[in-house]
């Protein structure tokens, strides 16, 4: 890999790391974890008391792929509505946003403001 590429790496784990040591999900407001992949968006329910995941949902699965792209706003909001739902079925109320490396901004954005509009606390 060329010295660019390697730095980019670097700078993208360092963001994680900094976010990441911030943030500490329980069983009673767990950890909204999210991976960008270039196709898919994976959303993850973590408590990390326990180390375990409470709910997971990816675009690649069905009921996203219905002629849309995976990368859309659309299916980010339609994915922070399904989260939010499943959530509440759990009696989960509110969530801390883990981000990553990524910045609040486009599909971010719009999954974490669809979850806010279905009453849940981030």
């Known amino acids: 890999m060329g010295e ?5 790496y670097r700078q993208r784990e360092k963001r994680r790391k ?6 500490f999900g329980t069983g009673n407001r767990p950890r909204l974890s999210i991976y960008k992949s270039n196709r898919y968006l994976y959303l993850q329910l973590i ?3 326990e180390g375990r995941t409470l709910l997971f949902l990816s675009s690649s699965g069905a009921p996203y792929k219905k002629g ?8 980010a909001r339609k994915m ?4 939010a739902e499943q959530a509440k079925k759990k009696k989960i109320e509110q969530m801390v946003l883990d981000r990553g490396p990524y910045q609040y901004h486009g599909r971010l954005e719009y999954l974490a403001e669809a979850i806010r509009k279905q009453g849940i606390k981030i």
């Not at 849309?68 to 299916?75: D, Q, R, T, V, Y």
């Open 4 to 8: 660019y590429v390697q730095d980019k």
């Open 80 to 83: 922070g509505k399904d989260l």
């Open 68 to 75: 849309n792209c995976a990368k859309s706003l659309g299916i």
């Open 47 to 49: 408590d990390d008391e």
């Open 18 to 23: 900094r976010v990441r040591k911030k943030i």
